[in-house]
């Protein structure tokens, strides 16, 4: 089983850039994993951001992302990460790293593993 924990987060002015990372224990990635970060907005479910398949680096984001944050993994330290460029008061939301096994998804519910979540505020 694998734990995850995320750093980075913090408060910041619109424009701004932030990294976060998101640490694994317990066990490694391995070849099946994609590593996702979501993020969940005050009174909002969470929503996808982007995710990296492990080994082969394949990336996926959503929309509203593509352009201003980057997710790239360090495997000698089985971390990965988010670049978070120009950001704004519409980025502001608790960010949490997931992992799942099953193939590439955009839904929460199909990631069993998460962290406990970094808080980002983006003011304007």
């Known amino acids: 089983q694998v734990q995850l924990v995320e750093s980075g987060g913090g408060l910041v002015q619109a424009g701004d850039s932030l990294r976060l990372t998101c640490a694994a224990s317990g066990r490694t990635f391995t070849d099946n994993d994609y590593v996702a970060w979501f993020r969940r907005a005050p009174g909002k479910d969470p929503k996808f951001v982007t995710a990296i398949h492990w080994t082969s680096d394949t990336t996926a984001a959503a929309d509203f992302v593509k352009g201003r944050f980057t997710i790239s993994g360090d495997k000698t330290k089985t971390t990965v990460y988010l670049q978070m460029n120009n950001l704004t008061p519409e980025d502001t939301a608790v960010y949490y790293c997931?992992?799942?096994?099953?193939?590439?998804?955009?839904?929460?519910?199909?990631?069993?593993?998460w962290g406990q979540g970094t808080q980002v505020a983006v003011s304007s």
């Open positions: 997931a992992v799942a096994s099953s193939g590439l998804s955009t839904k929460p519910e199909d990631y069993p593993y």
